[in-house]
């Protein structure tokens, strides 16, 4: 009895401890591991994404100009994996976990964007993109107009283009 | 008197989960008890044998709730044992507070839930208040109240820095009153011990000849944790007591787990003291060569061991665990002979079965 009447009385003074969502607002921590959000920008088609994620939630489609990427949120599990491991900040764990929706709905719910191929400015062949969080992680130091350009080159390219010429010291 | 059986589960009001008791009863007391699994089966040492060895850190933690965090912990253990990966040090300890923080979760989860099967329900959503306080802590630091997704290969995913630090001490300041007005309420209260006190009774020979483990078997009085017994990460370097009592009832089993929070709290508060800075992670994402390995953990129910068995490719050959709730279930055929029927669901509920675990 002496323990209650204390727990009686704050909770008549301090009103309900739970949230009172969805006529207020719910607690949501800045790390929670929520949707999923995908920036085409930055992703360099590496597919590490797909092969990574434990749900199947990530699937590339193969388009004429590129690969369309897809990231099913009914299907994925928020263990964060994708954006943990990759290396283009291409993919990032939000906090937003409002993802009720109506049935109709449920194929709608999905990430979607298609992540185009390029030509090389050098030699024109096509090639998959080099986004700048991955070429700056590459090249660290290099000015940016310097990443811009190596950036629209193909792999070939860029290596013949940054190799040492003779003779410099590597 | 006439014998009957009466079929217990596998769904029924009392149970949390799904177990199916065939319990033979003479009048009003307990004489007999089959025990039947398999109604949640999913074939999860099928599916890792299917998925790479990252994707698996993901799934083990999905094997139970309560326990999420020992899994893919042990199983990452077993990875690294194969591999040679020696973690950074800062690692080790941010490992343990992983794991401390899910063991109040589970444990207080357990002590709630037993209040709740005696019919004490404000004590019951109380604790749960209380529990609450670790949830928070759990989604603000893990990002999820239950997988916190804390391990990786070679590392952690989560760091704690200053703010972080002073954060979680903060709320586990805010958990040590409410812990020391409940412990004195279970321990003194007449309704709760009417109900529990000599209830359920294992004795300690029955534990060690049935190979209990955990808080049940503790609370038999065998003084064996695998915290102590075959220290892993930097549990030899903290100090906690073990706790044991002897009477083996369903009151022993509560108390065992609420003195246990507070030996947790402990153990967090030293982790936050000694953790040495450093990296959280090994650099590469490492290749793990064949070879088989063993780990062992103290999961919240009891030792939780890993088999693992690699062939050099990025998938398991085979991985295997045996579950803590899979011995103690042997227990109840003990606990209950001669008990009374209304304490079915009681004695069931004090060894904190956990049939996802057992089944998988
Ligand atoms: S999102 Fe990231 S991991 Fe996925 S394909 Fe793009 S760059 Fe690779
Ligand atoms: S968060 Fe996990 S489940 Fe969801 S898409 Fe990323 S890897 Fe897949």
Redesign the pocket.
Same mark, same amino acid.
């Given at each position: 009895m002496s323990f209650f009447l204390p727990v009686l009385l704050r909770n008549l003074l301090k009103g309900p401890s739970t949230e009172a969502f969805p006529f207020g607002e719910a607690i949501t921590p800045k790390k929670l591991r929520a949707r @999923?959000s995908f920036d085409p920008d930055s992703c360099a088609l590496c597919r590490v /994404?797909a092969r @990574?994620?434990? &749900?199947g &939630?990530?699937q590339f489609e193969k388009k004429p100009d590129g690969l369309e990427f897809n %990231?099913w949120h009914n299907a /994925? #599990?928020? /263990?964060? %994996?994708? &954006?943990l491991y990759c290396e283009s900040e291409g993919?990032h764990?939000t906090n937003d976990w409002h993802l009720s929706h109506l049935q109709s709905e449920k194929y709608d719910l999905v990430e979607r964007a298609t992540v185009k191929f390029q030509k090389c400015t050098k030699c024109g062949k096509q090639k998959m993109p080099a986004p700048l969080p991955l070429m700056a992680k590459l090249y660290p130091g290099l000015p940016a107009d310097e990443i811009e350009r190596l950036r629209a080159m193909c792999p070939q390219c860029r290596k013949a283009e940054t190799a040492p010429a003779e003779g410099e010291p590597s | 008197m006439s014998t009957y059986k009466i079929p217990v589960g596998p769904l029924h009001v009392a149970l949390e989960e799904p177990m199916y008791f065939k319990v033979e009863v003479e009048g009003e007391t307990v004489t007999g008890l089959d025990i039947q699994a398999g109604h949640v089966h999913r074939g999860i040492e099928y599916l890792v044998a299917k998925r790479n060895i990252h994707q698996n850190i #993901?799934l083990t933690e999905r094997i139970c709730s309560l326990c999420s965090n020992s899994h893919p912990f042990s199983y990452c253990m077993a990875l690294e044992r194969i591999g040679g990966i020696i973690v950074p040090e800062r690692v080790e300890y941010l490992r343990v507070v992983a794991d401390e923080i899910k063991r109040i979760a589970s444990h207080l989860f357990n002590v709630a839930i037993t209040a709740h099967l005696v019919g004490f329900d404000t004590l019951f959503m109380q604790v749960m208040e209380t529990r609450e306080i670790m949830q928070d802590t759990k989604e603000t630091i893990f990002g999820n109240r239950m997988d916190l997704g804390a391990n990786r290969i070679g590392g952690v995913r989560y760091d704690l820095d200053g703010e972080g630090k002073a954060y979680l001490a903060a709320q586990l300041a805010r958990m040590k009153a409410p812990l020391d007005e409940f412990r004195d309420l279970y321990e003194t209260n007449g309704s709760f011990l009417r109900r529990t006190k000599g209830v359920g009774v294992l004795p300690r020979a029955d534990a060690i000849r049935l190979g209990l483990v955990g808080p049940v078997a503790r609370a038999s009085g065998v003084d064996y944790d695998v915290r102590r017994k075959a220290p892993y990460v930097v549990y030899d370097r903290l100090d906690f007591d073990v706790q044991t009592l002897a009477d083996g009832d369903v009151w022993s089993r509560t108390m065992i787990r609420l003195r246990e929070v507070k030996e947790s709290v402990r153990i967090i508060e030293q982790c936050l003291r000694d953790i040495p800075e450093g990296p959280i992670s090994i650099d590469a994402i490492p290749e793990i060569p064949a070879g088989e390995a063993i780990a062992k953990s103290e999961a919240p129910r009891g030792e939780l061991i890993y088999y693992l068995r690699t062939d050099g490719s990025d998938k398991p050959a085979r991985l295997k665990w045996r579950v803590p709730s899979y011995n103690n279930w042997k227990g109840l055929q003990v606990m209950m002979a001669g008990c009374k029927v209304a304490d079915i669901a009681l004695i069931v509920g004090s060894i904190d079965p956990c049939i996802s675990c057992t089944e998988r």
């Open positions: @999923i /994404c @990574i994620c434990p &749900a &939630a990530i %990231l /994925c #599990v928020f /263990c964060g %994996l994708c &954006a993919l764990s | #993901v």
